[in-house]
């Protein structure tokens, strides 16, 4: 068979998603703060969607209690549309816009006439939107470590020469304020003897804060040590002779060494470890994460209800403009087609939106019903529950509940919870009752806090102890639940 280049047909058969369908997925996985994003941007490819303002929406909530964004379908023209013999277009009203039409117009004087009695509120609410602007604009970003270090060499009494070393030894300190080259790579680098390399290096390392261009935590400690004035101390001969038994707790290994009592190490490890192992933290900190619940939970009388966080929902609406347009009789028909087809997808936006919302609604109830001890009384009382149970009861496919609850909040009478917090699996108890492994960490954290620590409990006691208790569980699992605690093994835990 020779060999080339050949052209072939091939039929097959395969699944696509839709392009609508791909956006109602990601609209109902989205959170507030995203799905805000996401409706800018169909708002900027749409223009028949206009978004309704606070003062609007207030107004047609006072009208109208529950009326859809958007009734009529558009797409359709009614049956009863007459059209012109002679140039075979509607004649009358065309589409079903003419009742819309004419409510919408009934509105637009009532929201003149309520904006006219308002314009003192208004302006108020005007105000304070600058006010709260203001704030924001006066924010600014903090310093980063490197800036903090790069302004102490420029205040310092260095060289020129050293401080362009200093601006080197500076530029490879890591967020935790760590030196992440040699001496040696820093000399090669600069073209510099290593001796004045390491002069440098030690002017940097008394900058602020203390400790900042370690080589390693042993000489991060020191350096604080030093800074303070307590060379002469227990804790510096443990730190710089014996730091490895100090990582492993041997206390009375150090003090056989050290010529010391095991109390007198245990005090000095205590003083250490209020010692700062990164020094750089306080400039690290990221920008602070703003969580928005998407659902209240909350007890009225003896049950507890769940609403929806509407006020953070985009409420959309189809442009009166475009409607208008759409019942011109001498709009083209290519005019019309597209208006047609930017109202379909605006409506399969705004239908997108209410639906997330309702699915969002109904796991939401779900959880309240099956968590009731847990909004009583707290994590112990946390019940297992898997995505499938509540797939099943609401209605949908599992996969839809893990995007319905993926990053979204919900606001519990407990505290503030990703929703996904709820959703674990159980432990078999004696009883024949679930437990959720989140009430078993509460229990397991609370006999380690209420622990001897001359004689830590070992992952085997504690074993038993939660089968005296009812919960069946191996030893695997405890040191699972134990290392997801950091929590230290037994033997770590020991105090003499």
């Known amino acids: ?247 492993r707790r041997r206390f009375p290994e150090i003090a056989r060494a050290v010529g010391e009592t095991v109390e007198a190490v245990q005090a000095a490890a205590e003083r250490i470890s209020h010692l700062e192992p990164r020094p750089g933290r306080e400039f690290s900190a990221g920008d602070s994460v703003y969580v928005v619940p998407e659902l209240f939970i909350q007890r009225v009388g003896d049950d507890y209800v769940v609403t929806a966080n509407n006020d953070s929902i985009p409420h959309l609406r189809i442009s009166n403009t475009y409607k208008d347009l759409m019942a011109q009789p001498d709009s083209t028909d290519e005019v019309r087609d597209y208006i047609r087809e930017k109202i379909r997808a605006g409506k399969f936006l705004i239908k997108s939106i209410q639906q997330r919302q309702q699915t969002l609604l109904k796991i939401g109830q779900e959880i309240a019903s099956r968590q009731r001890e847990f909004m009583e009384k707290g994590v112990a009382y946390l019940r297992p529950m898997t995505m499938a149970q509540i797939a099943q009861v609401v209605g949908v496919h599992e996969t839809t509940v893990s995007r319905a609850v993926s990053g979204k909040y919900i606001q519990t009478p407990q505290g503030v919870f990703e929703m996904k917090y709820f959703f674990t699996s159980g432990l078999p108890t004696a009883s024949g009752d679930g437990m959720s492994n989140e009430s078993v960490k509460k229990i397991l954290a609370e006999m380690i806090a209420a622990e001897d620590r001359t004689k830590p409990l070992s992952d085997e006691e504690l074993v038993k102890r939660l089968g005296e208790r009812g919960i069946m569980i191996a030893r695997r699992t405890v040191a699972k639940y134990r290392m997801e605690l950091n929590i230290l093994p037994s033997h770590l835990r020991r105090t003499y």
Not at 57 to 62: A, K, N, V
Not at 166 to 180: K, P, R, S, T, W
Not at 232 to 237: G, I, K, Q, S
């Open 1 to 247: 068979m020779s060999q080339g280049v050949h052209l072939s047909q091939r039929m097959s058969l395969q699944q696509v998603l839709a392009p609508q369908l791909q956006q109602s997925l990601a609209l109902l996985q989205a959170p507030l703060l995203e799905l805000r994003t996401l409706v800018e941007q169909e708002l900027q490819q749409n223009p028949v969607l206009e978004e309704l303002s606070a003062a609007e929406l207030s107004q047609q909530e006072r009208r109208e209690e529950g009326e859809p964004a958007y009734e009529s379908d558009p797409a359709e023209p009614p049956a009863d549309v007459k059209y012109d013999p002679a140039t075979e277009r509607p004649s009358g009203p065309v589409d079903d816009f003419q009742a819309e039409f004419d409510r919408l117009a009934q509105v637009d004087r009532e929201w003149r006439e309520t904006l006219a009695q308002a314009n003192a509120p208004m302006r108020s609410r005007e105000e304070e939107s600058e006010l709260r602007q203001h704030m924001f604009d006066s924010l600014v970003a903090g310093t980063s470590l490197q800036e903090h270090l790069l302004e102490q060499v420029r205040l310092s009494e260095l060289t020129d020469a050293q401080k362009a070393i200093a601006e080197m030894i500076v530029g490879n300190v890591d967020d935790h304020g760590y030196l992440q080259s040699s001496v040696d790579e820093l000399a090669f680098a600069t073209n510099t003897p290593a001796a004045e390399v390491a002069d440098v290096l030690k002017v940097v390392q008394g900058f602020n804060p203390p400790g900042v261009a370690a080589r390693d935590l042993r000489e991060c400690l020191l350096l604080q040590l030093e800074r303070a004035g307590r060379t002469e101390t227990l804790e510096y001969r443990i730190i710089r002779d014996h730091m490895e038994l100090l990582g």
